[in-house]
């Protein structure tokens, strides 16, 4: 669902923070790391525990896309600006597919991210995938624009298998649906 | 031949064996035990104690196997911090009326578990000594699954009424009359999300536009009337969250940068107060944040989660602090210096005896004691993913 979990996203600045003043927890020692934009954003740990992507043995992948830059099985992938659960991408989908025999949410709410691969903004809907318990995998949270539950249309809180056969929420993807206007 | 030796060493075994019980039995004084009863189940005080909490385990990664978990946040060892456990089933809202002395849970169930089927919605009511299901009542199956917040569900009209916080993505409030245990009906809140119980019998609903619609009930907990407000927020630029910390009639929403909008929530009429500001000199880039970020106490004082170097998308960071207010006179009265980072604040108990936790970002839910903002020590229950701890509200 675009659901969930606040488990994660400190800023680097903040990160020090921990380690000045929490340094008895070893907290850093425990931290795998993803980088958005300039900012280090740590996995807090239930976040590592459920990782597949950022701080696991496995190999980095792409799009195959040098106009789509990044893995889509991390949090730093420039499309998950705004999302909110586990990617799908981990899950046996992909950043813009739904895992076999899940069902994609028809409705969602979109958010803006840049490409950095050519600077423009672009519209992100972010479907979930629905029918199957929690995939567990590369859990993902990241709130550029996300506003409260009063506004649907621009929140990731909400468990966004509406309107399909099973409410129960699998994981996230993050379609493009095209160029943003200013 | 092999088979008649095979036998022979066997009862040779055999004689060993008994003999060395007998030696056993003979040489070892036995324990004394009284026979003990088979069957025995536990039970709870009908009242608990005033520091005692329900902490939610969201049970993120199997949301059909959420809990609720009573606990004796300051009981020293394992076994007496954990007294007894509810379930509570998908994304659900938990509620507690101590006048009638009932836990209630929102929460909803698929006949064919996690790939679905039909969807029943419960508001299940729990004893408290026996934790065994005391009735339910069936609801629309429409209430919001999702992360949770207070104001997903409300207790109206002295506790007469409960609201359930319905979006499908239609937005409505379902009303259970807990004294008959029926379903009453479904009030429309259209474009407004929410209920923030207000007056004798009344709920107020934040809309989308940053206005507030109340909802009046009649007797018998229909809908009697509506009012609305102006807008009285900017929900693009500067958000309220969704849940306040309430006292003493006010409840008092921070905003995502550092603001706090009071509405009087004791009239049948809601009226907003003067804004005012969470920060001071030095304060700068200091937000409010978390999955649940202010929450107030029995004594009327608020408690806000604070994160650092805050800005757009921050305002589910985890903070490092906790900043206490004197809500009413809108004056910070300390800054708390956590142990560790984290995302829920709650607090329980009265005077001296007042406690906050702090779910922290390893999912355990640290314990300060507020007489001397104090850390006292970490609960580890079991759970996954504890996002909510119900006390004093």
């Known amino acids: 669902m675009s659901l969930f979990?606040?488990?994660?996203?400190?800023?680097?600045?903040?990160?020090?923070?921990?380690?000045?003043?929490?340094?008895?927890?070893?907290?850093?020692?425990?931290?795998?790391?993803?980088?958005?934009?300039?900012?280090?954003i740590p996995l807090l740990p239930v976040a590592r525990a459920s990782s597949a992507g950022a701080g696991s043995d496995a190999a980095p992948q792409t799009t195959g896309n040098p106009g789509d830059p990044g893995d889509p099985t991390t949090c730093d992938y420039w499309r998950y600006c705004g999302i909110d659960g586990f990617l799908c991408s981990c899950c046996g989908g992909t950043q813009n597919s739904?895992?076999?025999?899940?069902?994609?949410?028809?409705?969602?709410?979109?958010?803006?991210?840049?490409?950095?691969?050519?600077?423009l903004n672009y519209v992100i809907s972010y479907n979930d995938c629905c029918g199957k318990s929690s995939c567990g995998r590369c859990i993902c949270n990241r709130n550029e624009d996300d506003r409260p539950v009063y506004r649907p249309a621009a929140n990731n809180d909400i468990d966004w298998c509406i309107g399909t056969t099973s409410n129960v929420y699998n994981c996230s993807t993050a379609v493009i649906l095209g160029l943003a206007t200013e | 031949m092999n088979t008649g030796i095979t036998m022979i060493m066997r009862k040779i075994m055999q004689k060993i064996a008994w003999l060395s019980l007998l030696s056993l039995t003979a040489t070892t004084a036995a324990a004394e035990f009284e026979p003990e009863a088979v069957g025995k189940v536990e039970t709870l005080?009908?009242?608990?104690?005033?520091?005692?909490?329900?902490?939610?385990?969201?049970?993120?990664?199997?949301?059909?196997?959420?809990?609720i978990i009573i606990t004796d946040p300051l009981a020293e060892h394992l076994g007496s911090q954990y007294k007894g456990m509810i379930p509570a089933s998908f994304t659900a809202a938990y509620a507690r009326s101590k006048k009638r002395n009932e836990h209630y849970v929102a929460e909803s169930f698929f006949a064919r578990g996690t790939r679905g089927g039909e969807r029943t919605d419960v508001l299940t009511i729990w004893d408290p000594a026996t934790l065994e299901v005391s009735g339910e009542v069936i609801i629309p199956p429409k209430r919001i699954t999702g992360m949770p917040k207070t104001t997903m569900i409300g207790l109206i009209g002295d506790d007469r009424f409960l609201g359930v916080y319905n979006f499908t993505p239609g937005q409505s409030v379902s009303i259970?009359?807990?004294e008959k245990r029926t379903f009453v009906g479904e009030i429309p809140?259209?474009?407004?999300?929410?209920?923030?119980?207000?007056?004798?019998?009344?709920?107020?609903?934040?809309?989308?536009?940053?206005?507030?619609?109340?909802?009046?009930?009649d007797r018998e907990g229909k809908l009697a009337g509506t009012t609305?407000?102006?807008?009285?927020?900017?929900?693009?630029?500067?958000p309220i969250f969704e849940a306040p910390a309430t006292a003493d009639g006010v409840a008092y929403f921070p905003t995502f940068w550092g603001n706090v909008m009071p509405v009087d929530v004791s009239g049948k009429d809601i009226e907003v107060q003067g804004t005012w500001s969470l920060l001071g000199d030095g304060d700068e880039g200091w937000r409010?944040?978390?999955?649940?970020?202010?929450?107030a106490d029995a004594d009327g004082m608020g408690y806000f989660l604070m994160h650092p170097e805050g800005g757009e998308g921050s305002h589910k960071n985890p903070g490092s602090e906790v900043w206490v207010y004197d809500l009413a006179?809108?004056?910070?009265?300390?800054?708390?210096?956590?142990?560790?980072?984290?995302?829920?604040?709650?607090?329980?108990?009265?005077?001296?005896?007042?406690?906050?936790?702090?779910?922290?970002?390893?999912?355990?839910?640290?314990?300060?004691?507020?007489?001397t903002n104090e850390f006292v020590h970490t609960l580890n229950l079991g759970g996954t993913t504890p996002f909510m701890v119900h006390g004093a509200e």
């Open chain 1, 5 to 40: 979990d606040r488990i994660s996203t400190l800023t680097e600045h903040a990160t020090r923070g921990i380690a000045r003043r929490s340094s008895r927890r070893g907290f850093l020692g425990v931290l795998g790391a993803a980088l958005a934009g300039t900012a280090s």
């Open chain 1, 98 to 119: 739904c895992p076999p025999g899940t069902e994609m949410s028809p409705l969602t709410w979109v958010g803006t991210c840049r490409n950095p691969a050519d600077g």
């Open chain 2, 45 to 67: 005080p009908a009242t608990y104690p005033d520091h005692w909490v329900m902490v939610h385990d969201f049970s993120f990664f199997h949301m059909m196997e959420g809990e």
């Open chain 2, 176 to 178: 259970v009359d807990l």
């Open chain 2, 189 to 217: 809140t259209a474009g407004c999300a929410f209920l923030i119980p207000n007056g004798k019998r009344s709920f107020t609903s934040i809309c989308s536009n940053g206005s507030m619609l109340t909802s009046h009930l």
């Open chain 2, 228 to 238: 609305k407000t102006p807008v009285l927020f900017d929900p693009d630029n500067d």
């Open chain 2, 288 to 295: 409010p944040g978390g999955i649940r970020p202010a929450v």
């Open chain 2, 329 to 371: 006179a809108g004056k910070r009265l300390a800054k708390i210096e956590l142990e560790n980072w984290g995302l829920t604040v709650a607090t329980s108990g009265r005077g001296d005896d007042r406690l906050m936790f702090v779910t922290n970002v390893d999912m355990g839910v640290d314990v300060y004691r507020l007489s």
